[in-house]
């Protein structure tokens, strides 16, 4: 059984470009590492987003439905962000 695909894929020049000077680099040995390399870390990234809007995000907001009173204004914040900035 087959554990692979084959795919044709359009690129930008400047995509082509990257992916090419990997392989040169010696980083990878082939295109298709590069692509699975990059398939990888745009998986890894979705599963960090899910992460932080399930155990986050998520609970924040629960947070704020069940007690509205204890969130801060879109002032209050931008208040507490300009003193930060002054005090460095």
Known sequence: ???????????????????RARVASGDYVSESEVIREGLRALGDRDRAIESWLTNTAATALDAIRSSPQSGRTIEQVRSTVRERKQSR
């Open 1 to 19: 059984m087959r554990t692979t695909q084959q795919f044709s894929i359009t690129l930008t020049n400047e995509m082509a470009e990257m992916v």
